[in-house]
């Protein structure tokens, strides 16, 4: 993108009306211009107008670096930002609305054991811009119109941006918090936080364990954080917002897989509003787990069904070509890149909000 000139989403609507108006236009045309990139279409704006504005604004400031499709629909997207930094996206279809799975940082800080996002740290947070330059990217190749901030990065440590991301896109995107989901690791405080911006999105939270020594060695930067704490986070969340919440929980062969562990998690959740998102561990070169066994998930799934926890064991869409969360992006550092194998994780944890 040539420096000089602005995203679009880094200016306001006002500021954009305000340059329509200079260029001798009605201010109307800026939610037009806005909208349609917003639809990941192209406007219609008056030949002049569009001349203009395209010496001050470019439209969309990152790219998309690759694309890969698979056969059910879904697509995985590697997004390359206007510093040369890339982030991970996947676009999911639905039997009425289209699901997108958003990164909010290049890279993550949580250093979580069985995922390839943190694999390399985190470089930066993204902007609002960046985060609405997603959906736009992604809506070219179909609709969303639900949201989970569930790709690289912890959302909480870029929340300011996806407030205003999500404000812009509630105004003038035709998506509202309703019909997003934001996951976390935490700690209770970051959950807190979200509570406190008001916007009645659903909560995930990225659980793992309810054993704390357990769980501390999946996430070390997480060893300080009781899981029972968090739980009673997201309860009032829950309680604040009237919505019920997530729990995210990979299962790791032989790590955190039993009955026994079942069992345990099911007393966890007993009387809450959760939801437990069971996910079987996608393999990741890089680290050294195994997905449960044969049969293993299944019965995790019947005991904490049996003990009347609302549950599903997650489907995985996408087929080997999507791979796991942030290897994409991984196999595009590499100076020998090569396309993971294994399949992807961002399906299963699509939901949509109730």
Request: hydrophobic content about 45%; charged content about 20%; some cysteine.
């Amino acid at each position: 993108m040539d420096a000089a000139r602005t995203p679009l989403f880094a200016r306001n609507l006002a500021q954009t009306e305000e340059m329509c108006v200079a260029a001798g236009y009605a201010p109307r045309w800026a939610g037009i211009w806005r909208r349609a990139t917003l639809e990941g279409r192209p406007a219609a704006l008056p030949p002049r107008l569009a001349a203009a504005l395209a010496e001050r604004i470019a439209p969309i400031s990152s790219e998309m670096a690759a694309r890969l499709p698979s056969a059910d629909g879904a697509e995985k997207c590697l997004i390359r930002l206007a510093d040369g930094e890339t982030v991970e996206a996947v676009r999911l279809p639905g039997t009425v609305h289209g699901s997108a799975c958003l990164s909010s940082q290049v890279g993550c800080a949580m250093a979580c054991r069985f995922c390839a996002s943190g694999l390399n740290g985190v470089r930066r947070n993204l902007a609002a811009h960046e985060l609405l330059e997603q959906v736009a990217l992604l809506r070219q190749g179909g609709p969303v119109s639900r949201l989970v901030f569930m790709g690289s990065g912890e959302p909480t440590q870029n929340l300011d941006a996806i407030v205003r991301a999500l404000g812009v896109l509630k105004e003038e995107g035709g998506i509202g918090p309703r019909h997003v989901l934001l996951s976390t690791v935490g700690p209770a405080a970051a959950i807190a936080r979200v509570t406190a911006t008001g916007l009645k999105l659903t909560l995930a939270l990225s659980l793992h364990a309810v054993d704390r020594a357990l769980r501390a060695e999946l996430i070390p930067t997480q060893a300080h954080v009781e899981p029972l704490d968090l739980l009673a986070a997201a309860d009032a969340h829950s309680a604040a917002t009237r919505r019920p919440y997530q729990v995210e929980y990979v299962l790791l062969g032989g790590v955190n897989d039993s009955p026994a562990q079942a069992a345990d998690l099911a007393a966890a959740l007993r009387g809450r509003r959760a939801h437990l998102s069971l996910i079987p561990w996608n393999p990741v070169a890089e680290q050294a787990f195994a997905p449960p066994a044969p049969g293993a998930a299944e019965a995790f799934l019947a005991v904490v069904r049996a003990a009347g926890i609302s549950a599903v064991l997650r489907r995985t869409v996408g087929g080997a070509a999507h791979a796991a969360c942030g290897q994409l992006r991984n196999a595009a550092r590499d100076p020998q890149p090569r396309m993971p194998a294994s399949r992807s994780a961002y399906a299963d944890f699509l939901c949509e909000p109730s």
